[in-house]
């Protein structure tokens, strides 16, 4: 289970950190990814974090502006979002990507997800 936290309404500029709480297996052995859904739009991935968190991959959309980590002991992943603009607003879901798949690849093939957080960047 994937349960995400952290979004909210924030002024263009401004930041926010999300977090993805996760139980039911073993999180320190996944690659897990984030990915976002924009009203009326389709599917867009943001960002991969390697099992052991020492590689990240990111959108170009987001780079220089957005940070992945993930906290092992924590079963925890974060996304560190700064410099929001509006077309970030969008409902932000984690999800864990299955062995099969490189991280990095952008693919969105994902073993399942969470509910997702919704973040609204407006002034």
């Known amino acids: 289970q994937l349960v995400e936290s952290g979004g909210g309404l924030v002024q263009p500029g401004g930041s926010l950190r999300l977090s993805c709480a996760a139980s039911?297996?073993?999180?320190?052995?996944?690659?897990m990814s984030w990915f976002r859904q924009a009203p009326g739009k389709g599917v867009e991935w943001v960002s991969d974090i390697n099992s052991g968190g020492g590689s990240a991959y990111y959108a170009d959309s987001v780079k220089g502006r957005f940070t992945i980590s993930r906290d092992n002991a924590k079963n925890t992943l974060y996304l560190q979002m700064k410099s929001l603009k509006p077309e970030d607003t969008a409902k932000y879901y984690c999800?864990?990507?299955?062995?099969?798949?490189?991280?990095?690849?952008?693919?969105?093939?994902?073993?399942?997800w969470g509910q997702g957080t919704q973040v609204t960047v407006s002034s």
């Open positions: 039911g297996f073993t999180f320190s052995t996944y690659t």
């Open positions: 999800a864990r990507v299955p062995t099969t798949v490189a991280a990095g690849t952008g693919a969105l093939e994902y073993d399942f």
